[in-house]
């Protein structure tokens, strides 16, 4: 893994050890899933990922989201891949997705991951159909028996579902979630939400409004270009959340370019392609996902090769 002089590797963003670690503060890497030409994955090269992104001043890795391709593994290899992030790095370092078609599949794979080591989780609202509210808080009850804290991840694009503030206070009231990843972009959320339900903590869904929600409150980041940059996405989620936008913007401006594709279609294999040039292992994208256009991996070259010249690796 590269180094570079111009980014010391900073302390970790979160003072908090062992037990008393909770897994979802700080910059916490969704991590992507190195595979191999033949699609089979490297989970050598994920180990060591883990643990560069850890040594690098990441909090942690949240494996098994969407950048990570869990819907397309299989349930070994979505077993696996926890197993594996939790022996690289240590349970209170990693926040497994849990998502499913349904609460009893969540279940399912949250008692797993309690099985290997893991001391939270991220799960999504049913994502098979348009679900109403007392379905939604019925998945958060059902997956809430395994007995791990739960990171709600609001993600209205993909799920139809839109977990509104006055719905996560009353999941939060419930005892049924202790944070909310807040992928829909409006920071207005971080304040409402902090309205309704002061003590349940925010989380910085989307790259691109890391700053803007770091500002607002926000207690943590579940960063994707982060695995390409990890150090200057700690120096960006510190200055955020300290209140200083001074210091923020030149590096916000510079990423910006790349951190607007996490909310992009295309994200997995922009990311993968990023971490290609820099050197690490990303690799090809499992169906359906397609190689990127020629314009778009034009565009990803040319934005992460200036970001590397900046030193930023």
């Given at each position: 893994m590269s180094t570079s002089p111009h980014l010391p590797a900073p302390e970790r963003s979160t003072p908090q050890d062992g037990a008393d670690r909770k897994p979802w503060h700080g910059v916490v890497v969704?991590?992507?899933l190195p595979l191999r030409e033949d699609l089979s994955v490297d989970f050598d090269a994920?180990?060591?990922?883990?643990?560069?992104?850890?040594?690098?001043?990441?909090?942690?890795?949240?494996p098994n989201g969407s950048l990570g391709e869990y819907q397309s593994l299989t349930p070994e290899e979505r077993a696996r891949v926890v197993r594996v992030a939790v022996d690289?790095?240590?349970?209170?370092?990693?926040?497994?997705?849990?998502?499913a078609y349904g609460a009893a599949e969540s279940l399912r794979w949250t008692e797993q991951a309690a099985e290997a080591g893991a001391r939270a989780v991220m799960l999504l609202p049913p994502n098979s159909y348009r679900a109403d509210?007392?379905?939604?808080?019925?998945?958060?009850?059902?997956?809430?028996?395994?007995?791990?804290?739960?990171?709600?991840?609001?993600?209205?694009?993909?799920?139809?579902?839109?977990?509104?503030?006055?719905?996560?206070?009353?999941?939060?009231?419930?005892?049924?979630?202790?944070?909310?990843?807040?992928?829909?972009?409006?920071?207005?959320?971080?304040?409402?939400?902090?309205?309704?339900?002061?003590?349940?903590?925010?989380?910085?869904?989307?790259?691109?409004?890391?700053?803007e929600f770091g500002l607002a409150g926000a207690v943590g980041w579940?960063?994707?270009y982060a695995n390409v940059f990890p150090r200057a996405s700690?120096?960006?989620?510190?200055?955020?959340?300290?209140?200083?936008?001074?210091?923020?913007?030149?590096?916000?401006?510079?990423?910006?370019?790349?951190?607007?594709?996490?909310?992009?279609?295309?994200?997995?294999?922009?990311i993968k392609l990023s971490m290609d040039l820099a050197g690490l292992r990303g690799g090809p994208c499992r169906a359906p996902r397609l190689p990127l256009?020629?314009?778009?991996?034009?565009?990803?070259?040319?934005?992460?090769?200036k970001a590397l010249a900046e030193g930023l690796n």
């Open positions: 969704a991590t992507a994920y180990a060591e990922h883990v643990r560069w992104l850890v040594d690098s001043g990441c909090d942690g890795v949240c690289a790095v240590g349970g209170d370092r990693v926040l497994p997705g849990v998502a509210t007392r379905t939604v808080v019925d998945h958060y009850r059902t997956v809430a028996r395994a007995g791990l804290p739960i990171v709600a991840y609001n993600n209205p694009f993909d799920t139809k579902v839109d977990l509104t503030p006055r719905l996560l206070a009353d999941l939060y009231e419930e005892g049924l979630v202790v944070g909310v990843k807040e992928f829909t972009g409006d920071v207005r959320r971080a304040y409402e939400v902090a309205e309704l339900a002061p003590g349940l903590d925010v989380l910085i869904g989307s790259d691109d409004v890391a700053l579940i960063a994707g700690v120096e960006l989620y510190r200055a955020a959340v300290q209140g200083d936008p001074r210091a923020a913007l030149p590096l916000y401006r510079l990423l910006h370019p790349l951190l607007r594709l996490d909310a992009r279609t295309e994200f997995v294999q922009s256009l020629p314009e778009q991996e034009a565009f990803v070259r040319e934005s992460t090769e």
